[in-house]
């Protein structure tokens, strides 16, 4: 028996598929609003959705927001940040099937492979969370016994990464 194409449109929870950047909160367009790709399923050629291809202000506007957001972020307790993370994994987990039919139509994945990489995806988040709560400092022995060497892991600021492909 064959099985039925499935598309997008088989999406349980649509608010899965985003077709516009994240910055401060806010979903958005391009700010030069002039670039956007389309990205195709590579089993059949079919254009999935079209996406802004988001440029180096969109990239600069991104990093202030994070870097706004971070001032309170890394205020959180690192028993806060593991709920958060904790959560991110169960949301994974809830939405397994939308988030490997995405990534199965994106990628030309099976289905089965697809589910293992996101629920593999979600194993980092579970495992980032327990990191989070067990960030110990240390403390360093030293040549001088007046002296005492102690570190401290806390959160150190906003990364931004580049896509190198469309």
């Known amino acids: 028996m064959a099985s039925q194409k ?5 999406l349980k929870n649509k608010s899965l598929l985003r077709t516009q950047g994240l910055i401060n909160g806010e979903w958005v367009s ?13 089993a059949t050629l079919d254009k999935l959705v079209t996406l802004p291809e988001m440029d180096a202000k969109d990239t ?9 957001a971070f001032k309170d972020y890394k205020m959180t307790s ?12 169960a949301l994974c987990h809830e939405n397994i099937d939308d988030l490997a039919l995405i990534l199965t139509l994106e990628n030309g994945k099976t289905l089965t492979e697809a589910k293992g990489e996101v629920a ?11 990191q989070a709560e067990i960030a110990y400092g240390d403390n360093i022995p030293t040549a001088n016994l ?8 806390q959160p150190l600021g906003v990364a931004a990464c580049l896509a190198p492909w469309k």
């Open 6 to 10: 499935r598309t997008l449109d088989d």
């Open 30 to 42: 391009s700010s030069s609003g002039k670039s956007t790709f389309d990205v195709v399923d590579p």
């Open 60 to 68: 600069a506007l991104a990093v202030d927001a994070a870097y706004a």
């Open 78 to 89: 690192a028993r806060s940040r593991g709920v958060m993370l904790r959560k991110w994994s």
């Open 120 to 130: 593999y995806g979600a194993s980092f988040l579970d495992w980032f969370a327990v």
């Open 146 to 153: 007046n002296q005492r060497v102690v570190t401290m892991k």
